[in-house]
């Protein structure tokens, strides 16, 4: 192909491009311009539903806020239309306020006229008193005057005349009167405390309360006295040294009997023995355990019964201390009869004999249960005073009224009594102690002389414990082994026989057994 066609081709295609561009700009031209009118048409509509709907917008808010208007307004008024009724209603209530204050104050100008008028009347009717007083005095001397010349005598001559012969017969006529009812009053008197004393007996009836030294200890078979002997009577004495009581075993089928004076210690061996039958292992060693523990376990019974004996009789407040005490009579005795049923028994005696006489029969019961705590002293030195005056102590100590402590120290005459309470309580000791069957003075004589036996011994120095067995014919003497040498104990021996010797009077004699015995003891850890 040569230059001139290809020239011609490019030529004509540029042409046709050329061509082809203005015709396709020719035709986007109209469709701009179509589209523009669309748009401008558009926009006119846009336009006008834009105002309609403005107007219609319009006239709902106009048309809203009237009626919010004419609501508020509505309120508005509500609210003036009450406040005016209640101001209405406070405008009525001054009127008639107002008229009540004015009938107030008229009737009160009215009673203030009667009462000028009432004062006026009584100042008339006093000076017209006074007038008459004046008359009636005149004449009285006038008359007086009269009487002294016809008598010869003034009228303080005649007086006193007349006093001395009044006063003369007065007097013998009190003196009459006072013995008349002196007399009665002597025999309602007795009457009434008779009719008191039996009716407080008859409505507090009690048993007889008898206490011994012996306790029986029942065993299932008598293959258990060889285990509680022991290999050459080892276990035995173990338990007698550790307890202090005296194990009596003999020919009594299926029974071991225990002799001591202090029910504590019987009580302890007795409690002791049945838990080393019953746990089977009876050695030295484990019998000290137990009896520890038996010891322990009495203390915590004695706190027990306390409380149980103060909650039965209605006691309220009293001192744990004191409340121990009370759980100790249990295991003491006055006469043979046991302390804690005599204090219980004097306590219901007392409640009933102070209702009687109107006084406080809590008072009264309080003072009757710890009239003998004395009598169980926590210390050897206590035994020294008397137990009237050692409970009054222990009372004061514990915070007890004065009342109470009175009557525990007076019961017995040792101070003086203060109180009506004191008298009550003397009365009513002397009521449970004088039942027929209720004490036994030669027990009670025999115990005492054990006691005084075993303070013999705690009166040298290094005993650590004592105890009187056999009934009063032995002394087990339990020394210090790092204050009291083996010399040293065969003396002590010695000398606590002599002094038993020269300070005591008893049948029979006594042996004095002093045992000192020393340990080593290690734990191996």
């Known amino acids: 192909m040569d230059t001139n066609t290809i020239l011609y081709i490019v030529g004509g295609v540029i042409l046709g491009v050329l061509l082809g561009y203005f015709i396709a700009k020719s035709l986007e031209k109209g469709k701009a311009s179509k589209i523009i009118a669309n748009a401008e048409s558009e926009s006119k509509s846009i336009l006008k539903q834009a105002k309609s709907d403005g107007e219609s917008l319009k006239k709902d808010k106009i048309l809203q806020a009237k009626e919010k208007f004419i609501e508020l307004k509505s309120e508005h008024e509500k609210v003036i239309f009450s406040r005016d009724k209640k101001m209405a209603e406070a405008e009525k209530r001054i009127r008639d306020k107002e008229s009540q204050i004015s009938n107030e104050l008229s009737k009160s100008k009215k009673s203030n006229q009667s009462l000028e008028d009432k004062i006026k009347d009584y100042d008339f009717r006093l000076e017209f008193l006074d007038k008459k007083q004046e008359e009636i005095e005149k004449a009285h001397k006038s008359q007086i005057k009269q009487l002294e010349v016809i008598s010869s005598l003034s009228a303080e001559e005649a007086k006193s005349q007349l006093v001395e012969s009044l006063k003369e017969e007065a007097k013998t006529d009190a003196m009459a009167f ?24 008859q409505r507090i009836g009690t048993e007889e309360a008898v206490d011994n030294c012996v306790s029986v200890f029942n065993i299932e078979s008598d293959d258990v006295k060889g285990r509680i002997i022991g290999r050459e009577g080892r276990n035995i004495r173990a338990i007698e040294a550790a307890t202090g009581v005296e194990i009596i075993v003999d020919d009594t089928p299926e029974a071991i ?68 005490m009370v759980g100790r009579m249990k295991y003491r005795s006055s006469y ?30 309080r003072a009757g249960l710890l009239h003998d705590i004395g009598k169980v002293p926590s210390s050897e030195t206590d035994v020294e005073t008397p137990h009237a005056i050692l409970g ?51 027990l009670d004589s025999y115990i005492q002389r054990l006691k005084d036996l075993e303070d013999v011994a705690f009166g040298f120095t290094g005993v650590k414990k004592a105890y009187a067995i056999q009934a009063g014919r032995e002394l087990r003497v339990i020394v210090e082994s790092e204050k009291v040498t083996d010399d040293k ?33 290690n734990i191996a850890k």
């Open 178 to 201: 006072i013995q008349d009812h002196v007399e009665e009053a002597k025999l309602t008197a007795q009457q009434e405390a008779k009719k008191i004393i039996i009716n407080t007996i």
């Open 257 to 324: 009997i225990l002799s001591c004076f202090d029910s504590v210690r019987r009580e302890i061996a007795r409690l002791s023995l049945h838990k080393l039958v019953t746990d089977g292992r009876i050695h030295p060693a484990r019998i000290e355990e137990v009896v520890r523990k038996t010891e322990k376990q009495i203390e915590q019974e004695i706190i027990e019964v306390g409380k149980r004996t103060v909650i039965d009789l209605g006691i309220h407040g009293l001192h744990p201390e004191l409340i121990k």
């Open 489 to 521: 104990a065969a003396s002590l021996s010695f000398e606590i026989s002599q002094k038993i010797q020269t300070d005591m009077t008893y049948p029979g004699q006594v042996k004095v057994t002093v045992i000192r015995e020393t340990r080593a003891v």
């Open 392 to 442: 009054m102590q222990w009372a004061e100590k514990h915070g007890e009224k004065p009342e109470v402590c009175n009557a525990i120290g007076a019961h017995h005459d040792e101070i003086e009594m203060t109180t009506l309470l004191s008298p009550i309580i003397q009365v009513c000791d002397a009521i449970s102690g004088a039942r027929p069957g209720a004490r036994r003075q030669v």
């Open 336 to 365: 043979g009869q046991n302390l804690l049923q005599h204090s219980r028994e004097v306590a219901k005696l007392c409640g009933v004999m102070a209702a009687e006489l109107g006084l406080n029969p809590k008072l009264a019961k």
